[in-house]
């Protein structure tokens, strides 16, 4: 397996108290596999990717237990330095808000060139000419002349494209996309996708998607880890999700989804709010919002019950839900 997450961990020490924003993941992914990771805001999606990544802020931010496997090596083992080399060569992340993750005072081919210079030793002009063949690569239209502008003179989702060819500058074997279509319109959104998964095929690369939106992984996904406060939910092939949901929580993000066969009808939304993660419930971290919580749920913490072979399911009553 390309990457694999164990058993993770990560906290916040703040003056109000600890955080346990992730809760004992455990999600992989191979070399041409896209993952999707679902959830709401503060399920942590992104601290999980950031930790992967090597880019948490330690502290407050701090890694209490766990491994990360890449290519057979555990990341949280190897010295900054070396982290660093992986780091972009082997491994990019797509950050969600590509205006504030360029820099607004270079061009945007400088900041694309940067990686061949600094990783590959390149001349500038030979870096600036790999520039301008990654935005060809992602489709910005004339590449050549556009390469000298900066990045506010771009629409977001041309944006969006250049921190696709950031990410993919040096050929890493993963990806991760942190919301990668936010704020950008449907027809975009849809174009973006499109280009991750055309690029994902010509690079046979591992590909993790981080969203909130089960519509947009439909097409491109090929397993789904939806994440509850800290911790993986329910785990399954994008396929057996969509037909039937094993875990409330799931179902209630798929019903949330805008239908075109219910026009004129009130959009379903999950009732409560998730937990403060210094405070998370006990038993089950979703019952004060489950429509099917009983008094086992407030009390026992269930395990990631085995569905199938490929799927599990962090329910007491994931039966009753799958059948439901």
Known sequence: MLLE???????????????????GVDYGVDAG??????????SGKSV?????????????????QGEI????????????????????????MIFQDALSSLNPVLSVGDQLGEMFVVHR???KKDARAKAVELMDRVRIPAAKERVKQYPHQFSGGMRQRIMIAMALALEPALIIADEPTTALDVTVQAQVMDLLADLQREYNMGLILITHDLGVVADVADRIAVMYAGRIVESAPVHDIYKAPAH?????LLDSIPRLDQKGQELYAIKGLPPNLMHIPPGCAFHPRCPMAQDVCRTDEPPLYEVSEERGSACHFWRECLHG
């Open 48 to 64: 999980t990717a950031q930790a992967i990544m090597g880019i948490l802020d330690m502290p407050p931010g701090k890694i209490t």
């Open 5 to 23: 997450v164990r058993d993770l961990h990560v906290e916040f020490r703040t003056r109000d108290g600890v955080a346990k924003a992730v809760n």
């Open 69 to 92: 496997l890449f290519q057979g090596k555990d990341l949280l083992k190897l010295k900054e330095e070396e982290r660093r080399k992986v780091r972009g060569a082997e491994m990019a």
């Open 248 to 252: 409330p929580y799931t179902r209630g």
């Open 121 to 123: 030793g390149m001349s």
């Open 33 to 42: 596999e896209t993952l999707a990771v679902l959830g709401e805001s503060g």
